[in-house]
């Protein structure tokens, strides 16, 4: 167990969430994602811009010499050249403004007397532009957690979604710009969160807080956190998009294992006498050692002309097999870099040879080849001259880097809450004024009109569910952190549905599906809503909803209807049910005159084998206990 | 002083003032017990009046409201930044020769992250830095020749721009590179086509759709292009080189006399109109599309004719249009009138006599169509058969602006009507094309 304490966490979060606006934040185009073929690509690079003080951001610039480019899909009737960076920006999107302006005044922030959008550099193509805009809504509140700690806020922003990364082939990259210009609140904490369990309760209030406006996006990938940690002695690190809650305490418990193991690397090379300057960009061509290799991946690098590159990291045995967390090694790490500055797929080095088709022999003889004693590391790499350069300089720089601890970074999630490399933290935050927007000014009288319309706060919600709908406080939580909650009311105020049974299915039961692989997150809350009329009106039983559910998710395109008919769930007339207990009634006449009504039991569970959800149990229950009383009555 | 809080007026200049601060200093802002904190920024042109603009710590704007009770502190004194010039790529020997004239536009600069700046760079040596590809494509002589917008340029401009490339071509250099704001550029080009007669070498006016302070920017890779072009196309001809498509992977080469702005934003707003490119620049390589060019040749003897009048004028005909627009040019002393008509060149009736009289005081009356695409035809319809009795000299498929320019120039080179009028019908510089051939997608993509 780590002393969060004693080692000096700091966690800051920022959650950035998208909003339900009509519009995108700077043009008129809908917040519509797609999955059909785009209508056109258009191909474009993005140059690094030099700053007043002539420096460029080393990894952009790196990107652009090796010239990358970047290939946007678009589409003719939901994107528009606003999003190509083509047309000027319109004028921002009210409706967001006050939505983050809402939530300001939620958490007591003090709303910016007059807004200024500003250019955020962003080269990684993410953006045709090259930035991302972004605006400062409000500054300062702070947000309560369960234990009574509070956390402040420091900056509520209002900014563009960015565009999806749809994929990646050695230096082209595709980007769909559906997603561009959706608009986002991002709600930044101070770093003052110093354990993972508190960084996971920060992030869900405030996401409660958010969706207590009403007004947010909801479903997977709406919601982004993004969460810097650091510990004393070691680095601070950017962990980038982490879209469940669940993974947040995860994410924070990783980095802190892999920085403290970092750590012990450092003292270790220290106490070995490893020195920056021993460790050399002498870059060795071992292609002969590996002529008559049976290694698939040097191989096939070979067949396509390409070289086998060795490096020699002094002192450094033993420690790139070392692990820093879950399935990450030192090596990973190396390997990771190289992949980004070499374009490389991975690197092989001696803590894990013999192994992967490389023999002992050969390994021998690499080791001969670079001069590498017993207490030596040596890295290799095959690909093209020139990439097979990059990664070994890039995984040079890292060993440098483990012999001063650890380096900051920005870093991507992995599904298990480890993290991968991503790319070097940008320099320092590169903003200048977006020109072609005019400030907005936020007047006391539109502060005042926002005021009104405060909603209802997440402890309030919770404490009216129980009193209107006269569910328990937990399903009430669960409703509050699920996206059904107005679905929910919808429900119990339109039908006769039970309200606990409403609850419980669109919370328990869906998390217990999605647990066992179905995909919940298909159903629209159209569907949810047809599948509860249904009920209510006696078409469908409530016992038949998980299996409705996971119908429907399956085959997201089809109907409800089309699930009852596919299912055999369409509801058994009264006299089919009295057909189907007679039936079991005539098959079990000798079991009712020996156990009287407890047979009861026994049948009840027959019938409801073969009832299959297609009847109201109460209904079949009142049906065999008459029936079973006929029976003992004609009998006796 | 005003020069040092740019932008302020009023009360709050006089606040700031009294604290002291210049743009770029760390103040405090104190207001019914909240604290801002940042560094001072120009008050922006469109902001309220009794804002104080500052950038926070983390490079974020926001602009503070100034009260009555407002109190502002300087904490700190903002410190200029120091520019250190990334080193100049080598000059490698045996490069072509291209010089750069700028005219306004940034077609490079620098972000100044501190205010927001954005910081032109215009010698030979800024552009190098920050365009470095340029030091392999041509050793380049960059100079400033004014820094204007392009809808300030007047025919005035357009002498001096063709005075200043002539002189580049008299030395002897192997193109020469015209940097211009896209506004009226094709106006310009149109003009240096016609100021500069017999060229040896090629012309080449560049700018940019996306300023070159925004990673996306168009511009470092049209100023590049046409570097090459300058350099190495085979023709010398004056063209206007911008994005071909919205991708970032071919750059137009348009002739001078028949190009047009044609979109608000694109990228690749220029069109050539009545006609094919010249050639276009892909991947580095200059590809040629309409091989009817003059050929480069530096021993050809370049024949200026850089001057144009201001006593020419364009007229775009619309339904109801008054016939005092015309009087009232006549009356001013206009001396040509390039008239847009419409369909195949046509003006309505209610206009005649107001034409009539004008070329019966001496003012050459010329017609194109607002039609752009197409010739103009004045013998189909009698409305066209009228104007032409009357003395209005029909231009074939000349662009309306390229007719305006033409005339402006004609009006330079002689007094005599008749002279203008038989300028204007000979083709110069490829401004009419004898033959209009069909084009698939016309005018482009719907």
């Known amino acids: ?636 | 002083m005003s020069q040092d809080l740019k932008g302020y007026r009023g009360a709050v200049l006089e606040l700031l003032q009294k604290a002291g601060a210049k743009i770029g200093d760390l103040i405090k802002i104190e207001r019914n017990g909240q604290t801002y904190e940042g560094y001072l920024m120009p008050r922006y042109e469109l902001s309220s009046e009794q804002t104080i603009v500052i950038k926070l710590k983390n490079g974020y704007n926001i602009g503070v409201r100034a009260t009555p009770n407002t109190k502002v502190t300087k904490i700190g004194e903002g410190h200029p930044p120091v520019f250190a010039k990334p080193p100049t790529p080598p000059k490698k020997p045996g490069l072509p020769e291209v010089a750069i004239v700028s005219t306004g536009g940034t077609i490079a600069s620098r972000v100044d992250y501190r205010t927001g700046a954005v910081l032109p760079a215009l010698s030979a040596e800024d552009l190098y830095s920050t365009v470095p590809e340029l030091s392999d494509v041509a050793a380049i002589d960059a100079e400033i020749l004014f820094s204007i917008f392009s809808e300030n340029m007047t025919p005035k401009q357009w002498t001096e721009i063709a005075k200043t490339v002539a002189k580049h071509i008299e030395r002897g250099v192997d193109g020469v590179v015209v940097c211009h704001g896209t506004d009226t550029m094709g106006y310009t080009a149109a003009a240096l086509s016609f100021a500069l007669q017999n060229l040896p070498v090629p012309v080449v006016l560049v700018g940019s759709q996306r300023s070159s302070d925004r990673p996306s920017s168009d511009a470092a890779l049209n100023l590049i292009s046409a570097v090459r072009a300058a350099a190495y196309a085979p023709f010398a001809e004056v063209v206007v080189a911008m994005h071909e498509t919205s991708s970032d992977t071919s750059i137009a080469l348009h002739r001078g006399t028949k190009v047009r702005k044609c979109h608000t934003s694109r990228r690749d707003t220029f069109k050539s109109v009545n006609a094919r490119i010249l050639g276009r620049v892909v991947d580095g390589k200059i590809e040629i599309v309409d091989s009817s060019f003059r050929s480069r040749d530096k021993s050809r003897k370049l024949v200026a004719k850089p001057d144009f009048s201001d006593k020419a004028a364009l007229i775009k005909f619309y339904p109801g249009m008054s016939s005092s627009i015309i009087d009232h040019l006549v009356d001013d002393g206009f001396r040509g009138i390039v008239l847009e008509g419409t369909g195949l060149g046509h003006v309505g009736n209610y206009l005649f006599d107001s034409v009539r009289r004008a070329v019966r005081e001496g003012v050459v009356v010329a017609m194109t169509s607002q039609c752009l695409w197409g010739r103009v035809n004045m013998n189909v319809y009698d409305t066209g058969v009228d104007l032409l009795r009357m003395g209005v000299v029909p231009l074939e498929d000349m662009l309306p602006e390229t007719a305006y320019v033409k005339m402006s120039w004609a009006l330079a080179q002689t007094d005599e009507p008749a002279e203008v009028v038989k300028l204007l019908r000979t083709n110069i510089t490829n401004e009419f094309s004898p033959r209009t051939e069909y084009a698939e997608s016309w005018p482009w993509e719907s």
């Open chain 1, 1 to 636: 167990m780590v002393d969060y304490e004693a080692i000096g966490l700091k966690v800051g979060i920022e959650v950035h969430q998208q909003l339900a606006t009509s519009r995108k934040l700077f043009c008129e185009c809908p917040c519509t994602l797609r999955s059909d073929e785009p209508d056109f690509t258009i191909i474009r690079r993005l140059r690094p811009t030099q700053s007043e003080l002539g420096e460029v951001d080393p990894a952009a610039e790196f990107e652009f010499k090796k010239g990358r480019t970047i290939v946007y899909e678009a589409y003719k009737d939901t994107t528009c050249l606003v999003e190509l960076d083509e047309e000027p920006p319109h004028q921002p999107d009210q409706e967001a403004i006050d939505i983050a302006l809402t939530f300001a005044q939620m958490i007591g922030a003090t709303p910016v007397d007059e807004l200024y959008v500003l250019r955020k550099t962003v080269v990684d193509g993410s953006n045709p532009s090259g930035f991302q805009r972004s605006i400062i809504v409000a500054l300062g509140g702070e947000i309560k957690l369960p234990s009574g700690k509070t956390i402040p806020i420091q900056t509520i922003c209002v900014e563009e979604d960015a565009a999806r990364k749809i994929k990646e082939e050695g230096m082209r990259i595709w980007y769909r710009v559906d997603r561009l210009g959706i608009p986002l609140i991002e709600v930044a904490t101070a770093p003052v969160i110093s354990s993972p369990k508190e960084a996971e309760e920060a992030a869900l209030a405030i996401g409660r807080l958010l969706r207590a406006t009403k007004r947010v996006r909801r479903g997977l990938g709406t919601v982004r956190q993004d969460v810097n940690i650091s510990i004393r002695d070691g680095a601070l690190i950017e962990v980038k998009g982490v879209q469940r809650l669940d993974l947040v305490s995860k994410v924070v418990e990783y980095e802190v294992r892999r920085q403290l193991e970092l750590l012990k690397i450092r003292d270790e090379l220290r106490g070995r006498g490893v020195k920056e300057e021993d460790i050399a960009e002498d870059f060795v061509d071992v292609t002969d050692v590996f002529a008559k290799t049976e290694s698939r991946v040097i191989k096939s690098a070979l067949k396509r002309g390409g070289v086998v590159l060795a490096v020699k990291l002094p002192g450094f045995a033993g420690l790139l097999g070392r692990e820093l967390m879950h399935g990450v090694r030192l090596g990973t790490e190396m390997s990771d870099r190289a992949r980004f500055w070499g374009r490389v797929g991975g690197i092989f080095h001696t803590d894990e040879l013999p192994g992967y088709g490389i023999t002992e022999e050969e390994v021998r003889k690499l080791r001969e080849a670079v001069g590498a004693r017993e207490e030596d590391a040596v890295v290799l790499v095959a690909d093209a001259r020139e990439n097979a350069e990059d990664a070994l300089r890039a995984v040079v720089e890292r060993a440098i880097e483990a012999l001063k601890g650890v380096p900051e970074e920005t870093r991507a999630p992995q599904p298990d809450g480890t993290t991968r490399y991503m790319r070097p933290r940008p320099g320092a935050s590169r903003m200048y004024p977006e020109t072609d927007i005019r400030p907005i000014e936020i007047t006391p009288e539109h502060l005042e009109e926002i005021r009104k319309q405060i909603p209802e706060f997440p402890e309030e919600t919770v404490k009216r569910l129980v009193s209107t709908y006269g569910i328990n406080e937990k399903l009430a939580n669960q409703l509050l952190d699920s996206d059904y909650l107005e679905l929910f009311e919808k429900i119990c105020s339109e039908t006769k549905v039970p309200p606990t049974f409403v609850a419980a299915a669109l919370t328990e039961t869906l998390k217990s599906l999605e647990r066992d692989g179905v995909p919940v997150e298909n159903l629209s809350e159209e569907q949810l809503w047809e599948v509860f009329k249904r009920i209510d009106e006696g078409m469908a039983a409530k016992e038949a909803f998980p299996d409705i559910a996971t119908w429907l998710a399956k085959n997201p395109d089809k109907s409800v209807s089309q699930a009852l008919e596919e299912l055999g769930l369409g509801m058994l007339s009264p006299e089919e049910v009295e057909a189907l207990v007679e039936e079991v009634v005539s098959r079990n006449t000798e079991l009712i005159r020996e156990r009287g009504e407890r047979a009861f039991g026994a049948l009840m569970g027959d019938l409801m084998r073969e009832v299959r959800g297609r009847a109201d149990a109460k209904l079949v229950a009142q049906m065999l206990r008459e029936r079973i009383k006929k029976e003992l009555e004609k009998s006796g």
